[in-house]
């Protein structure tokens, strides 16, 4: 009973086993990887766009996806 507690009370301030597969879908194929440079180099940095020509995937998982990789610290 108190293990049904203590894990409830860890949803509530947020900490979820979701946390590790957001980390999974940031996992791009090489074929989505490419796709991905060649749709910013033709449109910049209109993630939403670039989105829609990827199926399953969000504007914020690409852009955070691409921040973390092809970004530079100028």
Known sequence: M???QHSSSYETFGFSREETSQESKLEFS????TLIIRMFNLV???WSLIAGRIPGRTAEEI???WN???STSE
């Open 2 to 4: 108190a293990d049904s």
């Open 30 to 33: 090489e074929d989505e990887e």
């Open 44 to 46: 910049g940095e209109r």
């Open 68 to 70: 973390t990789r092809y």
């Open 63 to 65: 852009e955070k996806y």
